[in-house]
């Protein structure tokens, strides 16, 4: 580096020599007045670096105010006239791939697309273009509520006719693989769509599982959707292979209106009672995959008897309500000493400090609310703060 310095300070001084007569001392001189210019600059940014007197600002982002969903929508209504023209013009580039992704389908493969943009109006086109005589079942896998109970029973319902118990998601999805491989069923094959596989609703792995299991079978073709950049990690080896993806880049610059509209309202559907705003529902299902076994199941338990149904219809009890029944106004839920010993009879605590704790806890987190004299009696009410739907959507996610 010194070499470089010597040379460059050299070809300086040469350039500057315009007579020639100029002595050797005199360039010696105006040479280390030079390096010593050059040694002053270092020094002084090194000394502006650990100067005190100039700090950085304390301004951070989560100090901003957050942003209201319908000036969202505003700005994002805007977008849609921005390059508009090159917008069509990609689009158009992928109407011309249908025939690929239609043969791909006919092959054996299901598609899965990624890139910027929303891909719901491309993926409709194709499927009503290309798919219109086949019986076609569409996920909306980003609305926070959707849950893979309600995808099999809506296919056991309008393809497969089936009566009577069906048994956990596996015995259903079985069923469903059963009707397909029956050479005298009605439907031949079915199309399932799924927008955004990758929605915080479906990335649980039963919902995951039980989709690779329907995408193995040749007579049920898959189209799905990811947006999120870790999608792939979803997926082990063996799901991979039963899904047999085949990946198409499918960026079209599109806003992400529809897909982003019910985040807003998912944040503000878990709300406390008394509260204007509470936990969300992505930040609940967070809380509850760090608890223990016990804890989750005393979640559960408590959702299955507050008197709201959102549980299994079987496991409920009448024991410790308030009085208030569906779609009262009353809060809902169990007393105290009521929680407590159905705790003890399902053997998630064994005493009373232990389940002090662990109420406690929940307390904290705001998952589950407490009424009365504020104080932990006996006779006070405890509930889980949010609509029933919500919660069906958090219990389904815990199975």
Same mark, same amino acid.
Do not use: F, M, Y
């Given at each position: 580096m010194a070499h470089f310095r010597e040379q460059r300070l050299k070809v300086v001084l040469e350039g500057e020599s315009t007579d020639g007569e100029e002595s050797e001392?005199? !360039? @010696?001189? !105006?040479g280390v007045g030079l390096l010593a210019t050059l040694g002053s600059s270092f020094n002084n940014y090194f000394q502006s670096v650990h100067d005190k007197r100039h700090t950085t600002s304390d301004h951070t982002l989560s100090q901003l105010p957050p942003l209201? *969903?319908?000036i969202f929508l505003e700005i994002s209504s805007k977008t849609h006239q921005i390059l508009r023209t090159e917008r069509e013009r990609l689009g158009q580039l992928h109407f011309e791939l249908f025939p690929q992704w239609y043969f791909e389908l006919a092959s054996g493969f299901n598609l899965l697309f990624y890139g910027y943009g929303s891909k719901k109006k491309l993926l409709t086109a194709f499927v009503g273009r290309y798919l219109s005589d086949m019986h076609? %079942?569409?996920v909306n896998g980003y609305f926070p509520s959707i849950n893979i109970k309600e995808i099999m029973t809506l296919i056991l319902d309008s393809i497969v006719v089936h009566k009577?118990?069906?048994?956990?998601? #596996?015995?259903?999805?079985?069923?469903i693989l059963s009707y397909f491989s029956d050479p005298k069923r009605k439907h031949k094959s079915i199309c399932i769509v799924v927008h955004n596989i990758d929605g915080d609703s479906l990335r649980n792995a039963n919902a995951q599982t039980v989709l690779a299991m329907l995408a193995g079978h040749p007579q049920i073709h898959l189209i799905a959707s990811i947006d *999120?950049?870790?999608?792939p990690l979803l997926w082990d080896t063996d799901k991979l292979s039963r899904f047999n993806? %085949?990946?198409h880049d499918a960026t079209t610059f599109e806003p992400l209106t529809i897909e982003t509209s019910y985040e807003g309202s998912c944040l503000r559907m878990l709300t406390t009672m008394g509260q204007s705003e509470g936990t969300s529902l992505r930040g609940c299902q967070y809380i509850l995959k760090s608890c223990t #076994?016990?804890? !989750?199941?005393m979640f559960k338990l408590l959702a299955h008897n507050d008197g709201r149904g959102a549980g299994d219809p079987d496991d409920h009890d009448d024991t410790g309500r308030n009085g208030a029944g569906v779609g009262s106004k009353e809060k809902v839920g169990m007393t105290r000493k009521a929680f407590y010993q159905k705790c003890k009879e399902h053997f998630l605590v064994s005493n009373d400090i232990t389940f002090k704790t662990q109420l406690r806890e929940f307390l904290d *987190? @705001?998952?589950i609310v407490e009424t009365g004299s504020g104080t932990g009696a006996v006779g006070d009410i405890v509930y889980i703060p949010m609509n029933v739907e919500l919660l069906k959507t958090v219990v389904a996610d815990m199975e």
């Open positions: 001392a005199d !360039r @010696e001189s !105006r209201d *969903h319908k076609q %079942i569409v009577g118990p069906c048994g956990t998601l #596996v015995d259903q999805a079985q069923l *999120h950049i870790n999608a993806w %085949i990946w #076994v016990n804890a !989750r199941k *987190h @705001e998952l």
